[in-house]
């Protein structure tokens, strides 16, 4: 940050008890949600991208928020800055706190950056899980890590993780601050171009990722817009509530350094460690409305949320991977609506159809997918009995219908196919 002198009014929200208070209740907040996040999905068995990427960013954000959390208490006991927070560290804790900080928020935002990629995967270009897999997964891995790494060694190896007059919690400045003023005083840490560094190693590359999750934000939106189907749509809107979080929280820190001013200083302090209660909202959010629009049950959100906790397993999402397409909650509640309006009904009930007999008991918060096999044959009647195990109201014709709209596959065509519950 450029600075010609330290403006105590600016800046003092970080002297402040509202300087200690918003951090470390914010970042405490953000840790038990990505704590919870993990666990939830530790518990639910499910082992999809969706989950692996949510768990990696959950585990880093944990990481970091608990780190600001600590606010002062890392620091230098005898901190020349007049802090409300105590302070019972030394300069290895304070060097620890920053480098933890940097690493593990940069790891946060490039995990934002491959969750985009993988909705815009999905639901643009339908690549399929295990393509993603297999080849996305491990290169991000490859370029993220050690851009991750490379940041935060930088910074320690020229001294530059101090106590800062802009923050509550240790992180990139040289000490003091005022030595960037005085030309004849000396920096006890870090060197006079620490601006310079922060501009090419921390300013820039978040720019350009933030700008990447922008760009990503478009065109899942306009994706979603073009093809207007009710799967795609619900997704989207799930990836772009997710972008946005990550957004307002980059985005206030981001603001924050570029002016200075006590009013976003505030926003930094309370919305940069809260990026793991955000997701956590979005998260549960969106199992449990599949959960309660598929199961069509009168259960109260507070329940909803209680069973969510007790029972993840129970909460499984929707999605589309390729040639695995899913049967959408709002696909089947159409159906069944026009059934009970005896629209099709009259037209289907026949010897092809089968037996009710045949359902099995209904899996709760899942969604049927059909997935292209050539292990498995798929005859008509083990096709039919899969599909009465998910629901007993859908007709044979509206399946049929749903196929070929959604996977460009005739009934008449002799593949294999498999109808398999894909939980998310």
Partial sequence: MAIDEIDEEDNMIAFTKAGV?????SGSLSFVSSCLIMITILRSKQNTPYHRIMFFMSFWDSIASLSMALTTIPMPKDVEYDYAGPSYGNITTCEAQAFVIVLSSGL????????????????????????????TEPIFLLIAIPISLSQPIIFFMKDAFNPSPYDSFCL?????RECLINEEMECLRGSKDIDELHLYLMTIPVAIQIAILIMAMLLIVHTSCVQKEDTKFGIAVQAIMYIIACLLTWGSASLYSLTESSSWSILSLLFFPLQGFLNLMIFM??????????????ISTMDAVKLFFVRPDNFQDQYISGIEKVLTLNEVRKIQERMQRQEIFEEDVGSDLPS???????SQGMVASVELSPQISASGDSKWDAIWSMSEDIS???IDSYIRR??????????DTRFSYKPE
Wanted: overall charge positive.
């Fill in 396 to 398: 044979k014709r509206e």
């Fill in 406 to 415: 959604n996977q460009d596959l005739s009934i008449e065509d002799e593949v």
């Fill in 172 to 176: 990139i400045d040289v000490y003091p």
């Fill in 108 to 135: 946060v935002l490039l995990s934002s950056i491959l969750l985009s990629i993988y909705y815009i995967c999905t639901i643009r270009y339908n690549i399929s899980q295990a393509v993603f897999q297999k080849y």
């Fill in 21 to 25: 208070i918003l951090p470390t209740t």
């Fill in 356 to 362: 009710r007999a045949q359902s099995s008991k209904l």
């Fill in 285 to 298: 959010f969106h199992k449990i409305y599949a959960y309660k629009t598929f199961n069509n049950t009168l």
